[in-house]
Nanobody, 125 residues
Framework: QVQLVESGGGSVQAGGSLRLSCAAS????????MGWFRQAPGKEREGVAAIYRFGGRTYYADSVKGRFTISQENAWNTLWLQMNSLRPEDTATYFC??????????????????WGQGTQVTVSS
């Protein structure tokens, strides 16, 4: 089992920045990739950014490319999401996730085995 705990959410004005963190514990050596997802009220959960453990390749949703950066440290015990130039449409609950499969589609919810509880991000105009 892998446990994930997000932090760093909050309220910010449009154009501002936030940095989310995800603390991973448990059998983290089993994870092959990790990602950030978000879910706004009344909408489906969507992939925002993801990173492979081996090679460190990153993937981003088109809506956040150039504004968000995913990174990891501490031997994959900490996952970060730096969010710049935030927009009101970025308002959502953000979730950290970890996967152990083959991840042919790394930004899809079904690729992930473990999920955190989420942290709220609110961007005002």
């Amino acid at each position: 089992q892998v446990q994930l705990v997000e932090s760093g959410g909050g309220s910010v004005q449009a154009g501002g920045s936030l940095r989310l963190s995800c603390a991973a514990s448990g059998y983290t050596y089993s994870t092959k990739y990790m990602g950030w997802f978000r879910q706004a009220p009344g909408k489906e959960r969507e992939g925002v950014a993801a990173i492979y453990r081996f090679g460190g390749r990153t993937y981003y949703a088109d809506s956040v490319k150039g504004r968000f950066t995913i990174s990891q440290e501490n031997a994959w015990n900490t996952l970060w999401l730096q969010m710049n130039s935030l927009r009101p449409e970025d308002t959502a609950t953000y979730f950290c996730a970890a996967g152990t499969g083959s991840a042919a589609t790394i930004l899809m919810v079904y690729e992930y085995n473990y999920w955190g509880q989420g942290t709220q991000v609110t961007v005002s105009s």
